[in-house]
């Protein structure tokens, strides 16, 4: 995998998505994965309470904690495909880890994530990477092409088994016959525009699907809210300072205190205060 061509870069500017990417070997792909079965395994009962909205709490923000997390959010391969889309300046604004077990009711609705994250301008890419089969069966993101050119409309409803935080959905009914499936293979990777509606089915095939999104901007774009949010350079420079930068984890302890604050801040800026 090398950086992107010039065709693959105005396809994703034209459309706002981009795969599959081969970014891990089978041998890289497997020992993330084990990783990944035994943190999971470490927090089972944990999980096992929590409604998928709520399974963050666990899975995301984990690169600042873990790093074999880390590793695969500042892997060459990964970030070659990313500078493709925002630049040779990068920097890991967020993760979460989208898991769906098998016969999981768990489902993500159609909205644009550029609707409440609140970064301008829109220089920020989200690259999911698979550690098993992403199909159509296991409840594969699916997109609308193009529709990161439009904001929607869109409305909360903190519906039981939707994996987003506000059961966040675009307000229009959307044509689920022009949906795009981003079908990968373990080892493989999408990219996705901030602005591009979006969305998954729950898992009806026999196997987890497991896979993580890592979320990519450019050191130009500014976070709205009170909070100066965590991020970690991981290819380029930072010469605007809109961010606190902190170094790879390293002492597990201060990571994860570093993973709390960010945290934190995220809740601050970018979810639904409880009232």
Not at 119 to 143: H, K, N, R, Y
Not at 179 to 188: F, I, R
Not at 254 to 265: F, G, H, L, Q, V
Request: some cysteine; hydrophobic content about 40%.
């Amino acid at each position: 995998m090398s950086k992107l061509s010039a065709q693959q870069r105005q396809f994703y500017e034209e459309n706002g998505y981009l795969f599959p990417l081969r970014v891990f070997n089978d041998q890289e792909t497997a020992e993330f994965r084990r990783q990944f079965d035994e943190y999971t395994e470490q927090n089972r009962e944990r999980l096992r309470k929590l409604i998928p909205r709520e399974r963050r709490a666990v899975y995301a923000l984990t690169h600042l904690m873990l790093p074999w997390v880390y590793r695969m959010a500042s892997h060459p391969r990964v970030l070659d495909a990313v500078e493709g889309a925002i630049g040779p300046n990068i920097l890991v604004w967020g993760s979460d880890w989208f898991v769906k077990f098998p016969g999981d009711a768990a489902y993500i609705s159609w909205h644009q994530d550029g609707a409440y994250w609140g970064l301008q301008p829109p220089q920020v890419t989200t690259a999911w990477i698979a550690l098993s089969p992403s199909t159509l069966e296991s409840g594969c993101m699916q997109v609308m092409r193009g529709t990161q050119k439009t904001q929607l409309p869109q409305r909360e409803t903190y519906a039981l088994d939707n994996a987003l935080s506000r059961g966040q959905e675009i307000a229009l009914e959307v044509d689920e016959s022009e949906a795009v499936a981003l079908c990968l293979a373990p080892g493989e990777m999408s990219l996705h525009h901030i602005g591009i509606a979006h969305g998954s089915k729950p898992n009806s095939a026999d196997y987890a699907r497991v896979g993580i999104a890592i979320r990519y901007i450019a050191p130009e774009v500014v976070q709205q809210g009170s909070e100066r949010q965590i991020v970690q350079l991981v290819r380029g420079k930072d010469e605007y300072g809109n961010f606190e930068v902190v170094a790879p984890p390293d002492d597990a302890a201060s990571a994860a205190e570093i993973r709390k604050e960010a945290d934190r801040r995220v809740l601050e800026n970018v979810y639904p205060k409880v009232k």
